[in-house]
């Protein structure tokens, strides 16, 4: 199975920082990386698909990059209704698993 | 407008059984691999199973395979998900989410339900 390792597992910022978050994959997955962001009671909501392109609706201050083992999100200005809890998930194989979670929290 | 919505969740004993569902609706169903995800209260996501738009291929996790069962009725729109030798580290939110997987422009879970919630407990 591949494990996904998200860096850091919490994070305490302010508006207006720019933050970035990293996912490693324990083996290969090409571009096969979507983030998630959730927040309390909802649902995850897609942010990042194939590692880089931006779901539609999603504000162009998040963006994302990598392929092979390593990628990160980022957040270039941090605003407030961005902290919540943002998840990596490998889509290369199965089982489709999901990274620990990174918790953005107020500064 | 796409959505999913799941039902069947509740309280359960060890052992126990339990059926929930979700129901899809503003997109063509028959046409789309569906997941389950769950979710322990105050913890990471979890994917539980996937099953292809036919049925012709189903995946389960490890920690249900053998005691859970995915199932779709593509003429009714729906995704089963028949949980069966509960135990408590079942207790989670269950998702229903679907699969976009479109050729070169890469696979994601796109649609999420809002949950249902199974609590197994003596």
């Known amino acids: 199975d591949i494990q996904l390792t998200q860096s850091p597992s919490f994070l305490s910022a302010s508006v207006g920082d720019r933050v970035t978050i990293t996912c490693r994959a324990s083996?290969?997955?090409?571009?096969?990386l979507a983030w998630y962001q959730q927040k309390p009671g909802e649902a995850p909501k897609l942010l990042i698909y194939?590692?880089?392109t931006l779901q539609s609706g999603v504000p162009s201050r998040f963006s994302g990059s990598g392929s092979g083992t390593e990628f990160t999100l980022t957040i270039s200005s941090l605003q407030p209704e961005d902290f919540a809890t943002y998840y990596c998930?490998?889509?290369?194989?199965?089982?489709?698993?999901f990274g620990q979670g990174t918790k953005v929290e107020i500064k | 407008e796409v959505q999913l919505v799941e039902s069947g969740g509740g309280l359960v004993k060890p052992g126990g059984s339990l059926r929930v569902s979700c129901a899809a609706s503003g997109f063509t169903f028959k046409s789309y691999s569906m997941n389950w995800v769950r979710q322990t209260p105050g913890k990471g996501l979890e994917w539980v199973s996937s099953i292809s738009s036919s049925s012709s291929y189903i995946y389960y996790a490890d920690s249900v395979k053998g005691r859970f069962t995915i199932s779709r009725d593509n003429a009714n729109n729906s995704l089963i998900l028949q949980m069966n030798s509960l135990r408590a580290e079942d207790t989670a939110v269950y998702y229903c989410?679907?699969?976009?997987?479109?050729?070169?422009?890469?696979?994601?879970?796109?649609?999420w339900g809002q949950g249902t919630l199974v609590t197994v407990s003596s």
């Open positions: 998930q490998q889509l290369n194989s199965y089982p489709r698993t």
């Open positions: 194939a590692a880089s």
């Open positions: 989410a679907r699969l976009l997987d479109v050729a070169a422009a890469g696979r994601r879970f796109d649609y």
């Open positions: 083996q290969g997955i090409s571009s096969y």
